[in-house]
């Protein structure tokens, strides 16, 4: 990364092109406190939602696996701060991989390259006595959650004072899907949110359902990921952060 002017920040968003990293991305350029690079696989993403696209172009899209040490290592070489977003859907073992494992070794370079604080994007079920512990490994979903519960451990350990986790559930918000084109999510989101938070006795019984109920009182507008990401990790006063569905709205 160059040199940045007026003593900016140098951030790293790892899977920085995708539908959340994207927001993320902009959230911090638009804070004006902060000098851009993300590492993916595929680079620089071959499409935005219009809103994003100007912000974007002054990222600096770094090519590489996640899983490649020295890949890694290089792109945290001058950076102060880490945020992952990095998530997939799959088999249980797929998932265990990237919603897990990939967090997991990009903490512990983070921490051995001397990064200052760690974001990641974690998931609402993932608290104590939640699905993240005790969820059946014959559930499609296991691996994902297991991974998420992984990470999060491994950066409460690495960064007990430096770490920043959101929790969020459904995400919605304009989201570019290739020959789709962009998909407004919060169509449905912002509705379904409405009714899970909004309606009283009705969110009450809506929130009782197992693993329903967490999911449809958790959904976040995306620009609020962003903001709630880049607002906290900028934060110098704060001395770790979990910020579950209610703090993100307040984004």
Known sequence: MAATANNLKRIL???????????????????NSFAV??????????ATPPHLSS?????EWVKGDIFDKSAREDAMSDVDY????IGAFGSNE??????????????????????????????????E?????????????????????????????????GHVILRPG????????GPLGVVPLQLIGAPA?????????????IQSLPFVGKECSSMVPVESVGKAMIETISDESAKGAILDAEHIRQF
């Open 13 to 31: 968003i790892l899977v920085g092109n995708g539908y959340v990293g994207q927001n993320i991305c902009h959230s911090a350029l638009q804070s």
């Open 37 to 46: 690079r993300s590492l993916n696989r595929s680079g620089e993403p071959t």
């Open 55 to 59: 912000s974007l172009s002054k990222v």
């Open 82 to 85: 880490v945020v992952s977003t």
């Open 94 to 127: 797929f998932m265990e991989r990237i919603c897990g494992d990939a967090t997991i070794e990009a903490i512990r370079t983070a921490k051995e390259k001397g990064v200052q604080k760690f974001g990641f994007v974690s998931s609402a079920q993932v608290y």
């Open 129 to 161: 006595g939640s699905v993240g512990l005790n969820l059946p490994k014959s559930m499609p979903m296991y691996g994902y959650f297991q991974g998420k519960y992984r990470a999060e451990k491994e950066l409460l350990d690495a960064y007990p004072e």
């Open 170 to 177: 459904f995400i919605y918000g304009p989201r570019n899907v």
């Open 193 to 205: 949110s409405y009714v899970g938070t909004q309606l009283g006795p009705l969110s009450s019984l």
